[in-house]
């Protein structure tokens, strides 16, 4: 884990939203890969995929850019709440008209293994975000985690 990674994980506390909109995207995408290896065998169906993470790095970095500090040491301000509050995933069709399994354009082997990194993802951005949590809690309650 890069240290940018682990610092936007666990020393900033407007990290837990984008974390709570990326399990949005992971149980959206975890429903697409569903339906397209439900319908592997669906004449016509086009397979779906689930575009977030792009949109997720615009207003991440358009946030930092507007709230750059002159020193490490100021408090940091928590803007672009409303893009925030706005961004969610977007299910869009393939648009590949090759028949890569005979009948339609789903290719059952990388649905499969895209469902199986999913639920790795969303497993891991799930306990960061209970431990982001559990940390709020404890510096709440004033006393350790453990």
Do not use: C, W
Request: overall charge positive; aromatic content about 6%.
């Amino acid at each position: 884990m890069s240290n940018n990674t682990y610092s936007f994980l666990f020393k900033r506390l407007d990290a837990m939203q984008p974390l709570v909109k990326g399990l949005d995207a992971y149980a959206a995408r975890q429903k697409a890969f569903a339906s397209n290896i439900a319908n592997s065998e669906t004449p016509g169906y086009r397979a779906k995929r689930v575009e977030f993470e792009d949109e997720l790095r615009t207003v991440v970095d358009r946030h930092r850019r507007m709230l750059s500090r002159s020193s490490g040491t100021h408090i940091p301000v928590a803007g672009g709440q409303r893009r925030m509050d706005k961004l969610q995933p977007h299910v869009v069709e393939n648009e590949n008209r090759e028949l890569i399994n005979g009948v339609n354009n789903v290719d059952i082997d990388a649905e499969m293994a895209g469902m199986a990194t999913n639920q790795i993802q969303y497993s891991t951005a799930a306990k960061v975000l209970s431990l982001r949590y559990k940390i709020l809690r404890s510096s709440i309650l004033g006393r350790s985690s453990g």
